[in-house]
């Protein structure tokens, strides 16, 4: 079975570097599949952050993209998310998922972490 | 492609049906829309893909269709379990994503 568990620090001060880490267990990156993160302030929506493919190719939310940076390290079986010059508005629940074989170019997310709080001060 | 869900809570009872509605800025295929369900404290869990089939686990209560601007997601029979946020989501070929805002589904 598919898992993903997202970790990192629950607190970052603002002007800083958020960083967090998916790690994945059921499936090898390796073997394909695109990986996404996803945010969710407190009491909102969604917003999706990026994308990332096991071999390192990667698309970014044009809104995040100047602050954004995603990687991957297959020999961890994990991918990781960088988001640099944080403001409080960045506080939320932070989500790594991997997407589904849907036969298209870009599918949805079919497998969730159960989300990692994040809170800038 | 900006995605609009409205109105952002409608208010059922168990064994109704319930409709919602996803409207897209500008025309997108079919193959790239999807919906999700969201419960307080829990991810979202992909219900629908391709504006209509259903993702392993959804039950067949759950029903996804349109096309071009406009897509629903009919909930048959509604159950105590359904009561919970959906959001839409348009998934690009550019690998580029969009959620809409999400309807709450509450008694």
């Known amino acids: 079975q598919v898992q993903l568990q997202e970790s990192g620090p629950g607190l970052v001060k603002a002007s800083e570097t958020l960083s967090l880490t998916c790690s994945v267990s059921g499936y090898l990156i390796s073997s394909g599949y695109y990986y996404g993160w996803i945010r969710q302030p407190p009491g909102k929506g969604l917003e999706w952050i990026g994308t990332?493919?096991?071999?390192?190719?990667?698309s970014y939310n044009p809104s995040l993209k100047s602050r954004v940076t995603m990687s991957v390290d297959t020999s961890k079986n994990q991918f990781y998310l960088n988001l640099r010059s944080v403001t409080v508005a960045d506080t939320a629940v932070y989500y790594c998922?991997?997407?589904?074989?849907?036969?298209?170019?870009?599918?949805?997310?079919?497998?969730w972490g159960q989300g990692s709080q994040v809170t800038v001060s | 492609i900006v995605l609009t869900q409205s109105p952002g809570t409608l208010s059922f009872s168990p064994g109704e049906r319930a409709t919602l509605s996803c409207r897209a800025s500008q025309s997108v295929s079919s193959t790239s829309l999807g919906w999700y369900q969201q419960k307080p404290g829990q991810a979202p869990r992909l219900l629908i893909y391709?504006?209509?089939s259903r993702a392993i686990g959804t039950p067949d209560r759950f029903s996804g269709s349109g096309s071009g601007t406009d897509f629903t997601l009919t909930i048959n029979t509604l159950e105590p379990e359904d009561f919970a946020v959906y959001f839409c989501?348009?998934?690009?070929?550019?690998?580029?994503?969009?959620f809409g805002p999400g309807t709450k589904v509450d008694f």
């Open positions: 998922a991997r997407d589904l074989d849907c036969g298209s170019a870009t599918c949805p997310f079919e497998y």
């Open positions: 391709g504006a209509s």
């Open positions: 990332i493919y096991h071999r390192g190719t990667t």
């Open positions: 989501q348009h998934y690009g070929s550019s690998l580029t994503l969009t």
